[in-house]
């Protein structure tokens, strides 16, 4: 659970966590192992880094406007919509126009990008089990709910 504000962490402790191989450092580092061994399975699909992403997102919300997707994706919408492009010549999305407002763009998968999602789903449980499997069971629980509380605290930090 999350400290009060009366709990915060002492300056020593800190300090600690900021070193190379402090905690913060560590998260980023995890992160961008990981990503870059997904983008690995994903090049046997086809996809690269930026196109898999956008079909992630895209089967949690399909038909989700672009400039929403964008948001999502934390990328601009230019750069969105020259990954929509190349995403549409391949045959993964169409772009369908918003019924209420035509200067909005939906994309949706089409049956091709639906058809291959099973196997990014597959990849993306063989990467976890080889990765976090590897973990204690009580170790893999721990560390998902203090990433849990982190993501909470910075998301209300960033809506504040």
């Known amino acids: 659970?999350?400290?009060?504000?009366?709990?915060?962490?002492?300056?020593?402790?800190?300090?600690?966590?900021?070193?190379?191989?402090?905690?913060?450092?560590?998260?980023?580092?995890?992160?961008?192992?990981?990503?870059?061994?997904?983008?690995?399975?994903?090049?046997?699909?086809?996809?690269?880094?930026?196109?898999?992403?956008?079909?992630?997102?895209?089967?949690?919300?399909?038909?989700?406007?672009?400039a929403d997707l964008a948001r999502l994706l934390d990328v601009s919408r230019a750069s969105l919509g020259q990954v929509i492009d190349r995403l549409e010549k391949s045959g993964h999305v169409v772009r369908v126009e918003h019924s209420a407002d035509r200067r909005v763009w939906c994309v949706h998968l089409t049956a091709k990008a639906q058809a291959m999602m099973p196997d990014v789903e597959i990849r993306a449980r063989d990467l976890h089990a080889h990765s976090?499997?590897?973990?204690?069971?009580?170790?893999?629980?721990?560390?998902?709910?203090?990433?849990?509380?982190?993501?909470a605290i910075l998301a209300n930090e960033s809506n504040s």
């Open 132 to 151: 976090f499997g590897k973990l204690d069971p009580k170790d893999y629980k721990q560390l998902s709910k203090i990433l849990s509380e982190l993501r």
């Open 1 to 66: 659970m999350a400290r009060e504000s009366s709990e915060l962490l002492l300056q020593e402790e800190l300090d600690s966590s900021f070193s190379p191989l402090g905690a913060g450092y560590l998260l980023a580092d995890v992160t961008r192992l990981m990503r870059a061994a997904f983008d690995e399975k994903m090049q046997e699909l086809g996809l690269t880094a930026s196109t898999w992403r956008v079909l992630v997102y895209l089967r949690r919300s399909d038909g989700i406007s672009q």
